[in-house]
């Protein structure tokens, strides 16, 4: 009940090209749903996040779509860049102090 | 202006030693995170505090880790009698008053703790 799972492990995409990563999760408390970057060697920054009661929240290129029904959430990268290689990581929760994680997605945009 | 610190960056010792890490929140950041990211996972809560106590430590694996924050600033995670498996990042997070405020964790860079 308080997993979160997160596809792919690994993703590669052109330079331009829309990068998508989906979380799932079990537990219908959780009312906050985060996604974080994760660069090499650095603590993990906040990107986007959502709660509930909408179902889609876009910030620039990044766009979180929620579906209630299903406990599915995404994070869809518009016109990746190299710049956006890193790892990402959605979360889950109930308030924002305890985060369950999802195991993380390693996105590499090739130039 | 300054984000969470963390120190050290780096520290290995042996199994059956003891730890301590050290996290530094940003200034005026009442409710401070500890999580543990092992290698190829996502991080793994351990506990919250809100001010000097402890509201939540249901995360802390056994009674071999201990966390600490006496004066509601600064924060420390003591690790006892270290195992091999307790090999991992420590990250540390801090922000306004966490439970149901829905304020940003923001998290430092981490302790990278090989236990050898």
């Known amino acids: 009940q308080q997993q979160v799972k997160q596809s792919p492990q690994s993703l590669i995409v052109q330079k331009g090209g829309i990068s998508i990563i989906n979380c799932a999760y079990e537990?219908?408390?959780?009312?906050?749903f985060p996604w974080y970057q994760q660069f090499p060697g650095k603590g993990p920054a906040l990107l986007i996040a959502?709660?509930?009661?909408?179902s889609e929240k876009k910030e620039g290129r990044f766009t979180i779509s929620f579906n209630k029904s299903a406990k599915q959430f995404s994070l869809h990268i518009m016109d990746s860049q190299p710049g956006d290689s890193a790892t990402y990581f959605c979360?889950?929760?109930?308030?924002?102090?305890?985060?369950?994680f999802g195991t993380g997605t390693r996105l590499k945009v090739l130039a | 202006g300054a984000g969470v610190s963390q120190t050290p960056s780096n520290k290995v010792t042996e199994k059956g030693k003891y730890v301590e890490l050290r996290c530094d929140p940003i200034?005026?950041?009442?409710?401070l995170y500890w999580y543990r990211q092992s290698l190829g996972q996502g991080p793994e809560f351990l506990i919250y505090f809100q001010g000097t106590g402890a509201a939540d430590d249901s995360g802390l694996p056994n009674d071999r880790f201990f966390a600490v924050r006496p004066e509601g600033s600064v924060s420390t995670l003591k690790i006892q009698r270290t195992e091999r498996g307790d090999s991992a990042v420590y990250l540390c997070?801090?922000?306004?008053?966490?439970?149901?405020?829905?304020?940003?964790?923001?998290f430092g860079p981490g302790t990278r703790l090989t236990v050898l």
């Open positions: 200034s005026g950041h009442t409710a």
């Open positions: 979360a889950a929760s109930r308030g924002t102090y305890k985060y369950i």
């Open positions: 997070a801090s922000s306004l008053p966490g439970a149901i405020s829905y304020n940003e964790q923001f």
């Open positions: 959502i709660r509930p009661d909408v």
């Open positions: 537990n219908t408390a959780f009312d906050y």
